[in-house]
């Protein structure tokens, strides 16, 4: 059985950072390629950023690009985000995601196969 446990969510002010990590078991981790996604209250599932199974590969929305750093252990079967200079944009559900085998775009979630239950991120001004 697959699980996708997402962790490091809390509260911050804006400026601040925040870690979020996702444990992954059940699926061989090195050879799935994975995402974070996120959702605003009253607003649809929007994707954050991407990371290639090798790690080689990584895609950041414009609104996180240059803020957020998506990396992954594969030893540990653990992706991870880093969130730096969050704004209170930024405040949402956080949720980690494994691409399914045959691919697709990147940022749709039609692309993933699994899925977490989410952390909470809120930032406030």
């Keep these: 059985q697959v699980q996708v446990v997402e962790t490091g969510g809390g509260m911050v002010q804006a ?13 061989t981790f090195d ?6 996604f996120r959702q605003a ?3 649809e599932r929007e994707a954050v950023s991407y ?3 090798t790690g080689r590969t990584t895609h950041y929305s414009d609104s996180v690009k240059g803020r957020f750093t998506i990396s992954r252990d594969n030893a540990k ?4 985000l880093q969130m730096n200079t969050l704004k209170p944009d930024d405040t949402a559900m956080y949720y980690c995601a494994a691409r399914g085998r ?24």
């Design 15 to 27: 400026g601040g950072s925040l870690i979020l990590s996702c444990k992954v078991s059940g699926l």
């Design 31 to 36: 050879t799935y390629d994975m995402g974070w």
């Design 41 to 43: 209250p009253g607003k």
């Design 51 to 53: 990371i290639s199974r």
């Design 77 to 80: 079967n653990t992706l991870t």
């Design 102 to 125: 045959f691919g697709g775009i990147w940022n749709s979630e039609a692309s993933y196969s699994y899925w977490g239950q989410g952390t909470q991120v809120t930032v406030s001004s």
